[in-house]
């Protein structure tokens, strides 16, 4: 069993120190809703412009915005900070991290606490409960259970999405913002159906990486609509496996990294 | 005794990318740890130094679990470092110079009752091991000042009470006086110097200043290049590069002759002379003379020794 107590520490240590800066608190607060809101005004824009978006009407679409904003915004509250061992690593203060007798992972997300991001978890949860209610979803209880359950899958896939991207920076210092293209890209690609992209994009990062797992199969599924890719039904259900994988997956690329560390001089 | 520290063939080899042509890169490999060997016992207080980038922090990193080694296979504590990192952890010190491992918003109070949980100590012994370093190390008129303010000296202070409050049974330092004032660099030996006398932690220190090493180490291991070029007393060093003892005499009025062999120097009133074996006749004979007014011995500098040693192109 693992002693969650050194952890329950570490984090009170962080809400401490987050005190001494109330006032910088306070506005990254508010760019955060605004960032999220911007989001989904983006998605809302394009139904100004069409009727429909990939064959799905406004509020089914409005569902995939929902799911994908929710399970992203979990995740990056969650796990975002990991996105500082770029700093992390290129300075070497990962070492003090290293010579504490606690996991590394969890130290380094305990290392900043982001609760400003609280306020994208709040208003992605909103987006999808307007979503699922406007959307006249014939609500059985598998529906039920999968709308519970697909953002937390979700959140649990980009969660190990962090991960691997920001591992990379154990081999290349330098990474500059590759890791974004599948953090933030992949939270972009989500919040659309992904029958409006085309060709060999779509199969890499809806079924090669996983992405049609976190929105749109789960959305499908809740909709009781029959994929235009011609999928069976029950593949939203697969979204919490797919999240296993990849948080498995994600397990080992960091086990792997952080032996390839390389420190600083002295 | 029992080995705290064993070492064989330890090695870690770094790729860097050298530019060869406009575009094109060459991977190169570099060993900044080739080989070392080590074996420390419990209690011991070992010295290991060497030039900028001779190997001695990257040491210290692979028997903390910081680095896993390219080569070779360490065991501190008995346990492997890198595969048994959080284990070891419990049971090692670790302060480096150059970082801190405090919170830099809270002040020591809060630094050192965040460490009692997450070292999971109990209570009472935290206290008693808090109660000696604040005595020793006079932390107590900052103890409530946020890490930030906190000068160098006050808190390096408070890195080396951080290191020591779970009772580790090794404690590496990496340049624990670097950028410190003469004062505070007192302080830190002093109290270092007390710790290592009570017997029961192992200290192994890397440092530039060797002021550090005269006063705390009786062994010395001395890195180059990633190998070691010497390992034993700080005597033994002296006598194997030949290094010797002075002696400087005051004298009322020159003498013509110098009344012994090798003179250093000589300004008429003050000689030095270098000392081979034993000191005690070469005094005897000089306290004959007349003129004497003064007479000092120096002890070898062991600056002088290391700088030798470092600049010497393919050391033993």
Known sequence: ?266 | MTVVIAAHGLRKEFTVRVKAGRLRREKRVVAAVDGVDLRVERGEMLGYIGPNGAGKSTTLKMLTGILTPSAGEARVCGLVPVPQRTRLARRIGVVFGQRSQLWWDLPLRDSFDLLRHIYRVPAAEHAVRLARCRGLLDLDEFMDTPVRQLSLGQRMRGELTAALLHGPEVLFLDEPTIGLDVVSKQAVRSFLAELGASGDVTLVLTTHDLADIERLCQRLVVIDHGRVVHDGSIEALHARYGSRRRVVVDLDEPVGEPPEGAVVESDGRRLVFTVDGPVAPVIARLAALPALRDLTIVEPDIEDVVTRLYLSPDAP
């Open chain 1, 1 to 266: 069993m693992v002693d969650l107590r050194p952890y329950a520490a570490l984090f009170r240590g962080q809400a401490r120190s987050l005190t001494s800066y109330r006032a910088s608190f306070a506005l990254e607060l508010s760019t955060n809703v605004f960032a999220t809101v911007m989001d989904v005004l983006t998605v809302l824009v394009l139904f100004r412009i069409s009727r429909t978006l990939g064959s799905f009407t406004f509020h089914e679409a409005l569902l995939m915005v929902g799911l994908s904003s929710c399970a992203f915004a979990t995740a990056d509250l969650a796990v975002g900070n990991i996105e500082r061992i770029k700093l992390y690593v290129r300075t070497g203060l990962l070492d003090a991290v290293l010579i504490r007798p606690l996991g590394a992972l969890p130290q380094l997300l305990l290392m900043d606490l982001p609760l400003r991001k609280l306020s994208r978890c709040v208003f992605g949860t909103g987006v999808l409960v307007v979503a699922a209610v406007t959307a006249g979803i014939d609500w059985t209880p598998g529906r039920v259970l999968l709308v519970v359950i697909a953002p937390l899958a979700g959140a649990v896939f980009f969660s190990a999405i962090f991960v691997v991207s920001a591992t990379v920076s154990f081999w290349w210092v330098e990474t500059g913002e590759i890791g974004s293209a599948f953090t933030y890209g992949g939270r972009d690609f989500t919040s659309y159906p992904i029958t409006v992209y085309g060709g060999w994009f779509r199969r890499l990062f809806a079924y090669g990486m996983g992405f049609a797992f976190v929105a749109y199969y789960p959305a499908l599924a809740i909709l009781g609509r029959a994929d235009p890719l011609g999928l069976p039904g029950w593949v939203g259900y697969a979204a919490p496996s797919v999240a296993v994988v990849a948080a498995v997956t994600a397990g080992a690329v960091w086990r792997v990294g952080i032996r390839h560390y390389r420190s600083t001089g002295s």
